[in-house]
C-alpha cells in the first residue's frame, strides 16, 4: 500500500512539474513623493488629483515673499558693484580731469612770475640794489613754483589714469561675487515652485494651499509613466520555472488580451501568501516574491493580477 502511494505522489509531482505555472498578484506604482528643499507654505496648487501632465509642469509653489526681496536686494548690491568697477576702470571724471588741469595751468603762470623775480632780483643784487636776502627770497619762490608744478602735472596725470591694478582687480571680484548672489538668489526663488520630475500622473495632492511643506513633508504622491509593476507570488513547488527574465501573461479586470511582463526580481526567501490575495486554497502556502516589468499596457496601481508563465521553446517540445 505505501508502495502504491508513493508512485502516486511521484505522478503527481512530475504532472505538476509539466504543467504551465500560474502566479498571483497586483500591480503595483513606484511613486514618487514630491516636497520642496525648502519649507514654507503652500501659495498654490496647480495640479489636481488624477491629472496626466506632462515632465516639467508645476504642480504647486511656496510663498516667495522673502526670497522676492532676497533677490531684489541681491541686483541692487550688484548693480553698485558693477558701478564702483567701472569708475575705477574708466579713470577720472571729466570734471576732475578739467580742474587737474587749471590747477597746472595757474602753476605754470606762478612759476612765470617766480622766475622773473629771480632774473630782476638777481641782476639787483650784482649791482648791491638789493639786499643778499632779498634774492635768497626770489630764488626760494621760483623753486616753490617748480615744486607746485611738477605737483599739479602729477595731479592730471592721475586724474586721467584709471584706478591701481590691484584695486580693479578686487573691484571685478566683488562684481562677479556680487553676480554669484543674484543667480543664488534667482535659483532659490525658481525653487520655491516644484516641477513634475518627468511624465505622469498626479496620484494625490496631500498639502494644500495655506499647509506648511518642506524636505520632510511631501505635498504631492506622483506616478511617473511606465513605473507600474507586477508583484507576484511564485509557489515553492514553481520557482525552478520562473526566474529572471522569465515572460508571463497577465490577466486581469479590464485588461486587454495581450498584456505581457517580463520577471526582473525573484526574492531569496519564501513568505506566507499576502492577505490581500488569501483565498481557502492558498492562505498557508509559501511563496516566493517577485517584481515583474510590463512590456506594455500597465493596469492602474492595487489591480489584482493573475499571470500564466510563458513556455519556452524547450518546454514546448516536451
Do not use: H, W
Not at 648791491?128 to 608744478?149: F, Y
Amino acid at each position: 500500500m505505501k508502495r502504491i502511494l508513493a508512485a502516486i505522489a511521484l505522478f503527481a509531482l512530475g504532472g505538476c512539474g509539466n504543467e504551465t505555472p500560474t502566479l498571483n498578484g497586483y500591480a503595483e506604482g513606484e511613486f514618487v513623493m514630491l516636497a520642496p528643499e525648502t519649507s514654507g507654505r503652500i501659495a498654490q496648487v496647480n495640479a489636481a488629483e488624477g491629472a496626466a501632465v506632462a515632465a516639467g509642469a508645476p504642480l504647486f509653489s511656496l510663498d516667495i515673499a522673502a526670497e522676492t526681496l532676497s533677490l531684489e536686494a541681491a541686483r541692487a548690491r550688484a548693480a553698485a558693484a558693477t558701478a564702483r568697477f567701472d569708475d575705477a576702470a574708466a579713470g577720472g571724471r571729466t570734471p576732475e580731469i578739467i580742474a587737474a588741469r587749471q590747477q597746472l595751468e595757474q602753476a605754470k603762470a606762478a612759476q612765470v612770475r617766480a622766475r622773473a623775480d629771480r632774473a630782476r632780483a638777481q641782476e639787483l643784487a650784482s649791482t648791491g640794489v638789493i639786499p643778499r636776502a632779498r634774492l635768497d627770497e626770489a630764488v626760494a619762490a621760483a623753486e616753490t613754483a617748480d615744486a607746485r608744478v611738477s605737483e599739479a602735472r602729477q595731479r592730471v596725470t592721475l586724474a586721467e589714469l584709471p584706478a591701481r591694478e590691484n584695486q580693479i582687480k578686487a573691484l571685478a571680484a566683488s562684481a562677479e561675487e556680487a553676480e554669484r548672489q543674484v543667480k543664488m538668489a534667482e535659483d532659490a526663488l525658481r525653487r520655491r515652485t516644484v516641477l513634475a520630475p518627468a511624465a505622469g500622473r498626479v496620484e494625490r495632492i496631500l498639502r494644500y494651499a495655506g499647509d506648511v511643506a518642506g524636505p520632510s513633508v511631501p505635498a504631492v504622491r506622483f506616478l511617473p509613466d511606465g513605473r507600474v509593476i507586477a508583484v507576484l507570488f511564485i509557489p515553492e513547488p514553481a520557482l525552478s520555472r520562473v526566474t529572471v527574465g522569465t515572460r508571463v501573461s497577465i490577466a486581469c479586470d479590464g485588461c486587454a488580451a495581450d498584456v505581457a511582463a517580463e520577471i526582473v526580481s525573484v526574492a531569496d526567501e519564501t513568505e506566507f501568501t499576502p492577505p490581500i490575495i488569501y483565498s481557502d486554497a492558498e492562505r498557508t502556502r509559501l511563496v516566493y516574491r517577485a517584481e515583474a516589468r510590463f512590456t506594455g499596457f500597465a493596469p492602474p496601481p492595487g489591480t489584482p493580477l493573475r499571470a500564466e508563465v510563458q513556455q519556452r521553446g524547450a518546454d514546448r517540445g516536451n
